[in-house]
Structures are given as structure tokens and as C-alpha cells.
């Protein structure tokens, strides 16, 4: 079983910088894989970046490649999103998920967080 709870958000202005973490309760977060989501009002929950569980292996979502830098560390069962250049079109709900087999981004994910709020003003 592993828990995950994200902080870090918040409002930010177009063009600011953000940093999600999410930490990890149990005993096997080194060996799984991470992700981070999103879900904007109205919208469907979108992949943004994932991490196999060596930190080996990165995926990104277009629309955020060359913005968002998805990194972890296991030693302290973290993993975090640094997110620069915002646009208002960041402006979402951030999910952490945890893959337990695999690197599969967009793939089933077996444990979810709470999600923390990202407000990017224009």
C-alpha cells in the first residue's frame, strides 16, 4: 500500500514558476513508477509527466515538454514536478500516482493522491 499527498500549489502569475511535490508512504515507492496528472474544470484528467522508478526513464505530455521537469528521490520517497514558464492553461487540479508494475505514462496508475489546486493568472 502506498499513500501520496501533494502540496505545493497555488496561484501564480503567466510566465511564474511553481514546484509540486508529492510524498509517499510505503515500504516499495522505489519501485514503482510516478506520475503526475492534471484535471482542469470541465475537462477530462490529462497525463502530464512520468518517472520510472530508477528516475531511467522520463515521459512527458507535449504540451508541457521543455516547461515541466519531473524528478525523485527515493531516499526520502518523493518525487516532484518543477513547473516554469506557466500558462493560464496550466491552470488545473495536480494528481500524484503510483505505478506499481512497469513504465507504462499512460497507463492504469494503483494509487492516487488528493490532488493540490494550481491557479495560473493571466
Known amino acids: 500500500q502506498v499513500t501520496l499527498v501533494e502540496s505545493g500549489g497555488g496561484l501564480v502569475q503567466a510566465g511564474g514558476s511553481l514546484r509540486l511535490s508529492c510524498a509517499a508512504s510505503?515500504?516499495?515507492?522505489?519501485?514503482?513508477?510516478m506520475g503526475w496528472f492534471r484535471q482542469a474544470p470541465g475537462k477530462e484528467r490529462e497525463f502530464v509527466a512520468a518517472?520510472?522508478?530508477?528516475?531511467?526513464?522520463?515521459s512527458y505530455a507535449d504540451s508541457v515538454k521543455g516547461r515541466f521537469t519531473i524528478s525523485r528521490d527515493n531516499a526520502k520517497n518523493t518525487v516532484s514536478l518543477q513547473m516554469n514558464s506557466l500558462k493560464p492553461e496550466d491552470t488545473a487540479v495536480y494528481y500524484c500516482?503510483?505505478?506499481?508494475?512497469?513504465?507504462?505514462?499512460?497507463?492504469?496508475?494503483?494509487?492516487w493522491g488528493q490532488g493540490t489546486q494550481v491557479t495560473v493568472s493571466s
Open positions: 500516482a503510483a505505478q506499481r508494475v512497469g513504465f507504462r505514462p499512460n497507463g492504469r496508475y494503483d494509487y
Open positions: 518517472i520510472s522508478w530508477s528516475g531511467g526513464s522520463i
Open positions: 510505503g515500504r516499495t515507492f522505489s519501485s514503482h513508477t
